[in-house]
């Protein structure tokens, strides 16, 4: 059944159409009047501005154009009332009977209700989160970035795409030599060697003894004291791959896989950054040339060096950008140029999670990749800011494991890894967190998570103590009442939030709409406490068959974006 939004589309479209047909208005005017709620409910349930839209086409004043339409829209048996407000704004009151068909339709879909159903017909997206350096255990900051990419890869798969989802293995450059050298250090302590102090430059936590202890008990001293060119490529890929299987554990405590993983290294070794530099200084986009100066003062030392120079400038960056060094080797830059060519390649669309540290890359990625696919791949960078980690409001800072962050695996311990993914997801993503541990677990109604829980858990406990009452599908939904009705509404919106979610980018938007959902039922549950007349399961059948229905069909949508969130639904709190 479609939403009740299209429902309405379609009426309205219906009443332009009659205006065209008796040459009110003339056809192919190509407007797509909008359809929404209200923002003060008391003036309806939904609104359009078609009058708005099509009064130039009409040659009409707003008002007047938007008086003829509500005509038209009156007779339809789902509209019980339509009003032209302000400057032309058609405000519609829809019949009892309109919202009783979208609870209907929601329980026949289930938790499937606002799912695209034509998902193998959707777009390949592309979706690169994560991607933390192999050089440690996750912190807190990745966890964020973790959720919110594998959240949204969840809803663009609930609205129809089929998505990839993609962790970029920055295993090449001078991190993970730095890296071999920590694990060097921690396999000549396996042996018996007395290291000291870490030195400065060398990774210190602990989570690398294991690895020494293995490569010490693989090799026996073979390694201990020979030159470094001997041992270095050696350890640097032992080392990744473990750090590989370490984040790999990370993520998994929060139910978060991917698809692809892509090694840096490899691009390299398949000469993927020489091909992208090729295929651009074929289109005159690089050149040979000279950065400017460094701002500021000027150093002594400083010398203009002939440089490969991809023209950013052309898509709107600040400064053309060097995708090789002086030593020929590739920059940062250069690498990621060819990595996105390649995902272009493959998808019809690229969104990439980043930490809000690589804000100042987000311009030559976009110039980039808007540059190897002539602009014909959408690209969307979405930044994730800091989490502040708290107890009680007093600021946690270290970790046990690795000495001087707060890692992920810290946090899903303390926590659980449904907690841990909603409060994630309780913010934009660019606005700063703050993640309090006795907050996120205290049961009251401050707290997001809790409170969605409970909603869904009261849901279940009538469910199992409705056992043997008549189906609720099958239930006299005109019994239900006005304030009933108000959450069907907040239900009949789910749909809308999925697919602007989606196409924002910005699935947070399901934690807020969930919270806002809890809300609504828990305000009636609440009139039941007032009035035990007005409790879900009364001795009257039809209206608790009804009011069960109403529970039954809040439980689906709670679960379905409680999936999308990575978020298991409670069946019951203690």
Not at 61 to 72: K, V
Not at 153 to 164: I, P, Q
Not at 301 to 310: A, I, Q, S, T, Y
Request: charge should be negative; include cysteine; charged fraction near 25%.
């Amino acid at each position: 059944m479609a939403s009740i939004f299209e429902e309405v589309g379609a009426l309205v479209a219906e009443a332009v159409a009659a205006l065209e047909t008796d040459g009110t208005l003339a056809p192919g005017h190509g407007v797509t009047p909008v359809i929404e709620p209200p923002r003060d409910p008391a003036h309806g349930d939904l609104a359009t501005n078609a009058a708005l839209a099509l009064a130039k086409a009409a040659g009409m004043p707003p008002r007047q154009l938007a008086s003829l339409l509500a005509m038209t829209l009156a007779r339809a048996p789902q509209v019980e009332r339509a009003e032209v407000a302000g400057p032309g704004f058609l405000n519609l009151v829809l019949a009892p009977a309109a919202w009783e068909a979208q609870l209907r339709a929601v329980l026949a879909a289930g938790d499937s209700y606002g799912r695209v159903p034509t998902r193998a017909a959707g777009l390949p997206v592309n979706v690169e989160y994560v991607s933390a350096n192999p050089t440690g255990p996750m912190h807190v900051g990745h966890c964020r970035g973790a959720v919110v990419g594998d959240a949204l890869a969840n809803l663009l798969e609930f609205a129809g795409h089929r998505v990839t989802r993609e962790y970029y293995v920055n295993d090449a450059g001078a991190q993970v030599d730095t890296l071999a050298r920590s694990v060097h250090l921690r396999y000549r302590q396996a042996l018996g060697d007395a290291i000291g102090a870490i030195p400065d430059g060398l990774y210190p936590g602990d989570y690398l003894v294991p690895v020494g202890e293995a490569l010490a008990a693989e090799f026996g001293d073979r390694f201990r004291a020979s030159p470094e060119a001997e041992w270095l490529p050696l350890f640097r890929g032992r080392a990744v791959a473990a750090m590989m299987d370490l984040i790999r554990a990370d993520l998994a405590t929060l139910g978060i896989r991917h698809d692809i993983f892509t090694s840096e290294a490899e691009l390299h070794a398949r000469g993927a950054p020489a091909a992208a530099e090729a295929r651009l200084r074929a289109a005159g986009l690089v050149y040979d040339g000279t950065l400017p100066p460094p701002k500021g003062e000027l150093m002594e030392d400083w010398e203009p060096v002939v440089l490969p120079l991809f023209r950013s400038t052309a898509f709107g960056d600040d400064v053309d950008r060097p995708i090789r060094k002086s030593d020929g080797s590739w920059t940062y830059f250069g690498a990621d140029m060819a990595y996105h060519a390649e995902k272009a390649a493959r998808s019809s669309a690229l969104i990439d999670i980043w930490g809000a540290d690589h804000s100042g890359t987000v311009k030559r990625i976009e110039a980039a990749v808007a540059a190897l696919t002539g602009g014909e791949v959408p690209f969307d960078v979405k930044l994730v800011q800091m989490v502040r980690i708290f107890r009680g409001g007093e600021p946690v800072r270290m970790s046990k494991r690795a000495g001087n962050f707060v890692t992920l695996a810290d946090v899903v311990e303390e926590v659980g890894p449904d907690v841990t993914r909603f409060m994630m997801l309780t913010k934009r993503p660019e606005s700063p967190l703050d993640f309090d541990y006795v907050r996120a677990v205290e049961q009251s109604r401050e707290n997001p998570v809790f409170y969605v829980h409970y909603a869904h858990a009261r849901i279940r406990s009538v469910e199992r103590r409705a056992e043997g009452l008549a189906l609720a599908e099958a239930a006299p939904l005109d019994r239900l009442d006005e304030a009933e009705r108000g959450l069907i509404k907040i239900m009949a919106q789910w749909p809308r939030v999925v697919e602007q979610a989606a196409a924002a980018r910005e699935p947070h938007r399901v934690a807020f709409y969930l919270h806002d959902l809890a809300s609504a039922f828990h305000a009636l549950w609440n009139r039941g406490n007032d009035d035990p007349a007005l409790r879900i399961l009364v001795d009257d059948p039809d209206l608790a068959s009804a009011r069960l229905a109403l529970a039954r069909g809040c439980g689906h949508v709670l679960r379905a974006g409680l999936s999308i969130m990575g978020v298991t639904a409670a069946e019951e709190l203690r």
